[in-house]
């Protein structure tokens, strides 16, 4: 489905009003979106899909997910919620999880952003090189 400029605008918009304090407000959002069904502006079904999509892409920037082969301590797990607090800012979903595929060490998603530092993935670039 192609989406108009004016469309893709609205929509950017609507996400900024949806903004407080560079935090995604959640019933800023179900506000936004009812006011929209309401109005049914000319191309809303553009205006919708396209704010989903920038409300999607922002949870899953503001979501962590940590893997390691084990179960992390609990100092542990609070030094890494730390540490990528301070790289990303407040508001950050952390989930820890265990992946024995890893073999060891652990792999950090923060959206786009993957930091892989399991012997997995060391073993994995080495056979690359090869």
Do not use: W
Not at 26 to 44: L, T
Not at 93 to 121: A, E, T, W
């Amino acid at each position: 489905m192609k989406i108009s400029k004016q469309a893709r605008r609205e929509a950017k918009e609507l996400f900024r009003s949806c903004m407080v304090n560079g935090v995604l407000d959640e019933e800023r959002v179900r506000q936004a979106v009812r006011q929209v069904v309401a109005g049914k502006p000319r191309g809303y079904v553009g205006i919708l899909s396209h704010f989903q999509r920038l409300v999607k892409l922002e949870l899953e920037r503001r979501t962590a997910r940590v893997e390691s082969a084990g179960p992390l301590t609990p100092d542990l797990q609070s030094s890494v919620t730390a540490a990528l607090t301070q790289r990303y800012g407040s508001g950050l979903n952390v989930s820890f999880g265990q992946n024995p595929s890893l073999i060891g060490g652990m792999r950090i998603k923060v959206g786009s952003d993957v930091y892989d530092g399991s012997i997995q993935g060391r073993l994995a670039i080495l056979q690359e090189s090869f």
